[in-house]
């Protein structure tokens, strides 16, 4: 089977996991804000965010790296949405983290 005769037919199992995060859902409706005005973003640095978003009934954490357009700042597809369950994993070992980061 060509590789281009699968992309034609388009099923949830098809589409990317990239499509169906909270940044890129807010992408799709031009929901683009920054982070002075939304109580749900919080900026890490100049280009890069982390949002509390709800997609599908669940909330997600996404920590991505935007870009600036036209004034505006949009996400990118670089980044990752983790579910409250792994965030609040990655918040109970962030000690451990911690002390590996002192050993650099």
Known sequence: MPKNKKKESSTD??????DRTPA??????SK??????DPNI?????????????FKGKVYVG???YYNKDGKDLP???GISLTVPQWKKLL???DAINEQIKKF
Do not use: M, P, Y
């Open 13 to 18: 199992s098809d589409t990317s996991f990239e």
């Open 63 to 65: 920590i991505r790296e």
């Open 32 to 37: 683009a804000s920054d982070a002075g005005n």
């Open 92 to 94: 109970e070992q962030a």
């Open 42 to 54: 919080f900026e890490l640095d100049k280009n890069r965010k982390v949002t509390v978003n709800e």
């Open 76 to 78: 990118s597809k670089k």
């Open 24 to 29: 890129k859902q807010a992408k799709k409706e």
